[in-house]
């Protein structure tokens, strides 16, 4: 079972810039910081061991995908299992401009043939018809925080852990 993970806008609020010398910041009014529902992930995975972690952020352009793992607590870390962008079938401009994240998604799963998958993404843009019920649009700024978001994470997870036996 695979997650597919964005970053900004479900991990925390979707307004991260970069600085050359401070790396990641977010610009946003106070009560935000960077990975602030990364343990409400961990804690909704954690009755899900068999539940993988592919990184489809463009974190993992800027920091290769170990570098953006190791942003995320220990629990996560050890779930994740690589990211959508591959050098062999996309270059860094189409991953980062040209191709929507949804499409890119949707041909990691064709890769990767996980048995049930499941994405988060705050933005909807180019999820393919096939990607319909395994696409969950987080709340830009709440991103998996918010509580219906929540409850339709929750649900997914375990219709997919379902699909499993």
């Not at 991990?11 to 991260?16: A, D, F, G, Q």
């Not at 010398?21 to 602030?36: N, R, S, T, W």
């Not at 649009?137 to 929750?154: A, C, H, M, R, W």
């Amino acid at each position: 079972m695979v997650l597919y993970l964005d970053f900004d806008g479900v991990m925390h609020h979707e307004n991260v810039l970069w600085h050359p010398k401070k790396g990641a910041y977010l610009h946003v009014p106070p009560g935000y910081e960077l990975f602030q529902h990364a343990s409400l992930l961990a804690e909704l995975l954690e009755p899900f061991p068999e539940v993988q972690i592919v990184l489809s952020t463009s974190w993992a352009l800027q920091y290769g995908v170990t570098g953006a793992a190791k942003r995320l607590p220990e629990a996560l870390q050890r779930r994740v299992i690589g990211g959508t962008f591959h050098s062999r079938h996309m270059s860094r401009s189409e991953f980062q401009y040209d191709k929507p994240r949804g499409l890119q998604v949707y041909e990691d799963v064709l890769r990767r043939r996980p048995r049930a998958w499941l994405a988060l993404d705050d933005t909807n843009e180019g999820w393919p018809p096939e990607a319909a019920g395994r696409f969950i649009q987080t709340d830009e700024n709440e991103g998996i925080s918010d509580p219906e978001v929540l409850f339709e994470i929750k649900e997914k997870l375990l219709e997919m852990a379902g699909e499993q036996h």
